[in-house]
């Protein structure tokens, strides 16, 4: 079995590896959702994408999950709206919120997930439908416990999104690490 993600569809989007052309629409998208502290200049993103589009297939040599982002667009149009991925979680976040230490932590499969559309896209279902496909995928293919997302205490939308996939969200008081305020876990069985 070929761990490499295939493109994904849904009623209204495509889910697929990122292209070389992708630059400009993921650099915007990035830039105002993720590194606006950053302020990463169009260089450092043709870096990061030849990065990325080169891991999709060295990952699927080394026979290790998919991760890394994956472009979101609308089927009808094939314009990018979107980005959507896996990140590998080498500590259980999820145990994280009952004050474990990562040798404390219960290692069971779970996978990070994420996504970050344009502004004009949001409030569309877009990053729910997204991210339902993900996990759909997950799920069935790589038999993961569970999938986590984080996000920051001041981001409702995202908590919603969250919600909206039948996570359980919790919110780390603790400050640490500083990365993550709220989490959303779903275990398979809630899926």
Same mark, same amino acid.
């Given at each position: 079995?070929?761990? !490499?993600?295939?493109?994904?569809?849904?009623? !209204?989007? #495509?889910?697929?590896?990122?292209?070389?052309?992708?630059?400009?629409?993921?650099?915007?998208?990035?830039?105002?959702?993720?590194?606006?502290?950053?302020?990463?200049?169009?260089?450092? !993103?043709?870096?990061?994408?030849?990065?990325?589009?080169?891991?999709?297939?060295?990952?699927?040599?080394?026979?290790?999950?998919?991760?890394?982002?994956?472009?979101?667009?609308?089927?009808?149009?094939?314009?990018?709206?979107?980005?959507?991925?896996?990140?590998?979680?080498?500590?259980?976040?999820?145990?994280?919120?009952?004050?474990?230490? #990562?040798?404390?932590?219960?290692?069971?499969?779970?996978?990070?997930?994420?996504?970050?559309?344009?502004?004009?896209?949001?409030?569309?279902?877009? #990053?729910?439908?997204?991210?339902? #496909?993900?996990?759909?995928?997950?799920?069935?293919?790589?038999?993961?416990?569970?999938?986590?997302?984080?996000?920051?205490?001041?981001?409702?939308?995202?908590?919603?999104?969250?919600?909206?996939?039948?996570?359980?969200?919790? !919110?780390?008081?603790?400050?640490?690490?500083?990365?993550?305020?709220?989490?959303?876990?779903?275990?398979?069985?809630?899926?």
């Amino acid at each position: 079995m070929s761990l !490499r993600l295939p493109s994904l569809e849904t009623d !209204r989007l #495509a889910i697929r590896d990122l292209r070389r052309d992708d630059l400009n629409d993921v650099h915007r998208i990035l830039d105002r959702e993720i590194d606006l502290e950053r302020n990463l200049s169009i260089e450092t !993103r043709r870096h990061w994408l030849e990065w990325s589009i080169m891991n999709y297939g060295e990952l699927a040599g080394l026979y290790q999950p998919p991760y890394g982002d994956r472009a979101v667009t609308l089927r009808d149009t094939d314009e990018l709206i979107g980005v959507t991925g896996y990140s590998p979680m080498l500590h259980p976040l999820s145990e994280m919120l009952n004050g474990k230490s #990562a040798s404390e932590a219960r290692w069971l499969p779970e996978m990070g997930l994420y996504y970050a559309f344009a502004p004009a896209h949001r409030g569309n279902g877009y #990053a729910t439908e997204a991210a339902q #496909a993900l996990i759909d995928y997950a799920f069935e293919y790589f038999h993961l416990k569970r999938i986590v997302a984080n996000t920051e205490f001041a981001n409702l939308a995202s908590q919603g999104v969250m919600k909206k996939l039948g996570m359980t969200l919790h !919110r780390n008081e603790t400050g640490e690490p500083e990365w993550f305020e709220v989490l959303g876990v779903l275990e398979q069985s809630q899926a």
